[in-house]
């Protein structure tokens, strides 16, 4: 009865170093799966930044009054670094909006105060 010279041991680690394999397997997939899904969220939240920020920038420029509005709003900042005063540069410029030849069109005439008015910052005396 004698046994086999082979140690018992002989083949034990290359077991131990397929069962950690198989362990951290599923734990690399789901690393590699959360960066995937992280980079999908952040090329959303992107995506959705430009094209809200674009919308918004279309709307502005192709709103008819947007050519007046920033003549104007140009105008009152010369103003200003120029070193007229803010109540000063507010009257001036708001006359010279409304009395703009854009507004002899009868069906722009409702909203020349609007626009005139945004041209000017709205801050309390």
């Known amino acids: 009865m004698t046994e086999p010279d082979d140690d018992l041991f002989d083949g034990a680690g290359d077991d131990l170093d397929e069962t950690i394999e198989q362990i951290h397997a599923?734990?690399?997939?789901?690393?590699?799966?959360?960066?995937?899904?992280?980079?999908?969220?952040?090329?959303?939240?992107?995506?959705?930044?430009?094209?809200?920020?674009?919308?918004?920038?279309?709307r502005d420029h192709t709103d008819p009054n947007h050519?007046?509005?920033?003549?104007?709003?140009?105008?009152?900042?010369s103003c200003v670094a120029a070193g007229g005063t803010k109540d000063t540069c507010s009257a001036t410029v708001l006359l010279a909006c409304e009395k703009d030849s854009w507004w002899a069109q009868p069906a722009r005439e409702g909203q020349r105060e609007t626009v005139c008015l945004a041209t000017v910052p709205n801050e309390p005396h």
Do not use: C, E
Request: no cysteine.
């Open 26 to 58: 599923p734990r690399r997939l789901l690393v590699v799966l959360g960066m995937v899904m992280a980079g999908f969220v952040f090329i959303g939240v992107a995506g959705a930044a430009l094209i809200f920020f674009f919308v918004l920038r279309v």
């Open 67 to 77: 050519t007046v509005r920033s003549k104007y709003t140009n105008r009152y900042a």
